[in-house]
């Protein structure tokens, strides 16, 4: 049985090849969604905080936070798994560590800090 994988940006099941993001070849990008990486880029200019928002917003929406106070467990569970994705994993500084650093020099080519 496979491993399921998580899109490294908002942490969607990524359970079916037609919402796999795309590099700027039009290739296959396994790390990411579509609705977080196309063409090769990040989708939207925003912190962990802000996607954390954006997901909550739309697992609500969508009725999958029906029952009363599912809204603050679900912000609770991807304040704790958010970091540890790749858009938001960087450590290099304690400003990387918040999910964005403009500033950050870091030569790791894992290092999505300064795509805000």
């Excluded at 899109?7 to 037609?18: A, F, V, Y």
């Excluded at 795309?22 to 969604?33: A, G, L, Q, V």
Aim: charge should be negative.
């Amino acid at each position: 049985m496979n491993e399921m994988k998580f899109c490294q940006s908002c942490g969607m099941p990524l359970d079916n090849k037609e919402i796999v993001g795309t590099n700027r070849d039009s290739s296959k990008n396994e790390d990411y969604c579509v609705y977080c990486f196309k063409d090769g880029k990040f989708t939207s200019n925003c912190t962990m905080e802000e996607m954390i928002e954006i997901s909550v917003k739309h697992m609500s929406e969508s009725g999958m936070l029906k029952e009363q106070g599912k809204t603050e467990e679900a912000r609770a569970f991807m304040n704790s798994f958010f970091p540890n994705l790749k858009r938001w994993n960087c450590t290099c500084t304690n400003e990387c560590a918040s999910g964005f650093n403009p500033n950050c020099i870091c030569s790791n080519p894992e290092c999505h800090c300064t795509e805000k």
